[in-house]
């Protein structure tokens, strides 16, 4: 039984999402309680609202510098 490409590479995009996702909550878990050792308990809504503030910025820096190396690995915009 021959396996197609395409399947293939789906088989493979799965399953790095997968652990991907894995991955994020551990370190959601992780980053949580950190974050708990430093703030009162009760902190509450305040408390989250920074950390997903934070988070955000965090992730629009990552997205945006792994678009520049992809970038640059393909040779820069066509057009």
Do not use: C, H
């Amino acid at each position: 039984m021959e396996v197609k490409p395409t399947y293939l590479g789906t088989m493979i995009a799965l399953a790095t999402v997968a652990f991907g996702l894995i991955a994020a909550g551990a370190w959601n878990k992780f980053i949580t309680d950190l974050i708990a050792l430093f703030l009162k308990p009760g902190a509450g809504l305040w408390a989250e609202l920074g950390y997903a503030v934070i988070i955000t910025i965090v992730a629009i820096l990552v997205v945006q510098n792994l678009g520049k190396i992809a970038e640059r690995q393909s040779g820069g915009p066509k057009g």
